[in-house]
């Protein structure tokens, strides 16, 4: 067997770009264009006009930062970045090339409070073992007005447990990862219910707006991913 770190230098090494490639990447890149009309439709509902000056943060932005599908990009200012894994911040920096916009953020104490328009989460809480202090963490680096934007699998509802079987029998039993070292893998990845996720969400914040994602039905077992928008 594998070991944890072999695992997730599999996992997040040489294939880490299967997340959005064929049927998953399909679902991937739909969470990330919906975030987005979201934020648009919610923010027009709210009467919030966009700053002409935008800060923005990603969290855990992987190899794929959200800038790719943000629609009014010349209202961004400053994008930042942050993430733990240095392969993949030095993948962004040789990708995304305007040192002016596109700043790695080190560390969380060189933000401001009240510094950031919008703060973009993906497919992050679900990793953190304390999602609720980990919100709040950065939610008070939020302008007035602004929004954290929080996609999240729907883990482990009925549809996205067949897209996980789906997942392992099309791709990962061909790269030399077993079943139960994939779901062992799995199992140490998504610490969070969707479930529980959104009842801290919804315990903690008022203003909201939310999207299921691919099917609208408002049923974690029925679809793949979850939005919602914060404001404060």
């Given at each position: 067997?594998?070991?944890?770190?072999?695992?997730?230098?599999?996992?997040?090494?040489?294939?880490y770009?299967?997340?959005?490639?064929?049927?998953?990447?399909?679902?991937?890149?739909?969470?990330?264009?919906?975030?987005?009309?979201?934020?648009?439709?919610?923010?027009?509902?709210?009467?919030?006009?966009?700053?002409?000056?935008?800060?923005?943060?990603?969290?855990?932005?992987?190899?794929?930062?959200?800038?790719?599908?943000?629609?009014n990009k010349?209202?961004?200012?400053?994008y930042?970045?942050?993430?733990?894994?240095?392969?993949?911040?030095?993948?962004?920096?040789?990708?995304?090339?305007?040192?002016?916009?596109?700043?790695?953020?080190?560390?969380?104490?060189?933000?401001?409070?009240?510094?950031?328009?919008?703060?973009?989460?993906?497919?992050?809480?679900?990793?953190?073992?304390?999602?609720?202090?980990?919100?709040?963490?950065?939610?008070?680096?939020?302008?007035?007005?602004?929004?954290?934007?929080?996609?999240?699998?729907?883990?482990?509802?009925?549809?996205?447990?067949?897209?996980?079987?789906?997942?392992?029998?099309?791709?990962?039993?061909?790269?030399g990862?077993?079943?139960?070292?994939y779901?062992?893998?799995?199992?140490?990845?998504?610490?969070?219910?969707i479930?529980?996720?959104?009842s801290?969400?919804?315990?903690?914040?008022?203003?909201?707006?939310?999207?299921?994602i691919?099917?609208?039905?408002?049923?974690?077992?029925?679809?793949?991913?979850?939005?919602?928008?914060?404001?404060?």
């Amino acid at each position: 067997m594998k070991s944890r770190n072999e695992l997730y230098n599999i996992f997040y090494g040489k294939y880490y770009d299967n997340l959005y490639k064929g049927f998953s990447g399909f679902f991937f890149k739909l969470a990330h264009k919906n975030l987005e009309e979201l934020n648009s439709y919610s923010s027009l509902l709210k009467n919030n006009n966009l700053p002409t000056k935008q800060s923005i943060l990603e969290i855990g932005s992987g190899r794929h930062l959200h800038y790719d599908y943000i629609v009014n990009k010349e209202y961004i200012f400053k994008y930042f970045y942050y993430d733990q894994n240095m392969n993949n911040v030095n993948y962004i920096k040789n990708k995304y090339k305007n040192k002016n916009l596109f700043i790695h953020l080190k560390k969380i104490s060189e933000l401001k409070k009240e510094s950031l328009d919008r703060i973009i989460c993906s497919h992050v809480l679900e990793h953190i073992p304390n999602p609720e202090e980990f919100i709040f963490t950065f939610f008070k680096f939020l302008k007035k007005g602004g929004n954290i934007s929080i996609t999240l699998p729907c883990d482990p509802g009925i549809l996205w447990s067949l897209g996980r079987i789906y997942n392992y029998l099309t791709f990962w039993r061909f790269r030399g990862v077993s079943k139960k070292e994939y779901y062992y893998h799995m199992a140490h990845e998504h610490i969070n219910s969707i479930q529980n996720l959104i009842s801290i969400l919804k315990y903690n914040f008022n203003n909201y707006s939310e999207s299921f994602i691919p099917f609208k039905l408002r049923s974690s077992n029925l679809n793949l991913m979850y939005n919602i928008i914060i404001y404060k």
